[in-house]
DNA sequence: TATTGTTATACTCTATAACTATA
DNA sequence: TATAGTTATAGAGTATAACAATA
């Protein structure tokens, strides 16, 4: 099933796909890192960060993991342990149950976030212009509608 | 410890890093569903991809992946036992054992870089000027040296 | 002594399948 | 009957500690 194409990618392109491999990979590990460095693991913070926007059924919170449903049970299980995030019945469903941060969740999440320097650092070096042409090609490539204006 | 720090970002910036935080996160995506198609993990497909360049030892492996190499070994057993990798001793130092990738290695790998789209495909809509400004700007993102003309 | 790779162990994340309680 | 969450199970990646072979 491979596709045969026949559009060869250019010099440049190929560099390019290059560097956005190692900035991902760079992003990934710092922010495993970042993890570790509040006793998380990567899953963990990523949910954590997720809930601090606000409380999730456990069906959302795989959906935007991209996992099945059971794993959440353990993620949520060992973050609701140490009183990072709990576990609130949902009035409308009662099959649904919500996962909300805790306060002390909330103020981890924040100092995680603080630890986030990779992709903030390099950026303030950049002229705001390039950022902003830097904005644009991100959205381009994901897809986005261009930035209005 | 959390660094206190006097900059604080502007909405620009968190835009972009906003944005580059969702690259990363499609591009990791991919890359394990693109590894998947072909029945491997995202780290087995790393080292595969890695070891398609040159044979490394254990220990180098674990370094390109940032683990202990307790881990390496368990990686090698399982690439080995369906022949994409095999294990050679090192002529100069008889405690190094080689990972290399067999033939059946390599056509996995090609065939794997077949199905990495998300870099190349979006890429290839950017006209080559941008092109080359993206490279510029991940290059200052990464800390390398302005690209020479 | 130091280094390389391995083994043993324990934990987390993952998918799959079966279960429960609601709807 | 369908859906939400859970449990049970098995495989893979991870770190740690201890070990054999070699340097």
Redesign the interface.
Same mark, same amino acid.
């Given at each position: 099933m %491979?596709?045969t194409?026949s559009?060869r990618?250019?010099p440049?392109?190929l *560099?390019?796909?290059e !560097?956005?491999? %190692?900035?991902?990979a760079? $992003? $990934? %590990?710092e922010y495993e890192e970042a993890a570790a460095k509040h006793a998380l693991t990567g899953a963990q913070a990523r949910v954590l960060s997720l809930l601090s926007l606000e409380p999730l059924p456990m069906r959302r919170i795989a959906r935007s993991l991209?996992c099945e449903p059971s794993n959440v049970t353990g993620i949520i299980d060992r973050l609701e342990a140490r009183g990072l995030v709990e576990r609130r019945p949902d009035p409308n469903d009662r099959r649904v149950k919500l996962a909300a941060t805790t306060e002390e969740g909330r103020s981890t999440v924040s100092?995680l976030r *603080?630890?986030l320097d990779f &992709?903030?650092e390099? !950026? &303030?070096? !950049?002229p &705001?212009e *390039?950022? %902003?042409?830097?904005?644009d090609?991100?959205?381009?490539?994901?897809?986005v509608e261009p930035t209005p204006r």
């Open positions: %491979a596709t194409r559009t990618p250019d440049l392109t *560099e390019v796909v !560097l956005i491999g %190692a900035v991902v760079r $992003y $990934y %590990a991209k100092r *603080e630890s &992709a903030r390099p !950026l &303030a070096q !950049l &705001a *390039e950022r %902003a042409v830097l904005r090609l991100l959205k381009r490539m994901l897809g």
